[in-house]
């Protein structure tokens, strides 16, 4: 038996390896390399969330846009001065509208459009306050 094509095939098979072998260690270098700078940069990412986080916490937030009606800054005028919760009678009578029940009920609808809002609380039934 001859032996030799037997050990010319294996070195072709052992120099096909090395070659794989060399290219993937350089494509491991070239992972680790990708994998460094994405760890840097989501290390950076997690600083400027962090800073602008702490920004953001210490600016002031702006107060909910008012539904369009001229008496919604009316209104809460009113509930500025008040010095307790206010009925929707209350509040008409500080706007100065006659005291009919059409007048009270669609002044007590915007105090409650108001609550949606989050600018006033109704502490009890039909009993609303500024928010604090």
């Excluded at 949606?116 to 609303?128: A, N, R, S, Y």
């Amino acid at each position: 038996m001859n032996i030799g094509p037997l050990l010319a095939a294996l070195g072709l098979q052992e120099e096909t390896a090395r070659t794989m072998a060399e290219d993937l260690r350089t494509q491991i270098e070239e992972l680790q390399s990708r994998l460094r700078e994405t760890k840097s940069h989501l290390k950076n990412l997690a600083i400027t969330r962090k800073t602008v986080t702490a920004i953001a916490d210490r600016l002031p937030t702006a107060p909910p846009d008012l539904p369009e009606h001229p008496d919604h800054p009316r209104i809460l005028g009113v509930f500025n001065e008040a010095t307790g919760p206010l009925r929707a009678r209350d509040v008409c009578e500080a706007l100065d509208h006659e005291l009919l029940a059409k007048n009270i009920e669609g002044t007590r609808a915007k105090p409650k459009r108001l609550v949606k809002l989050d600018i006033l609380t109704e502490v009890d039934t039909g009993h609303f306050t500024r928010q604090p």
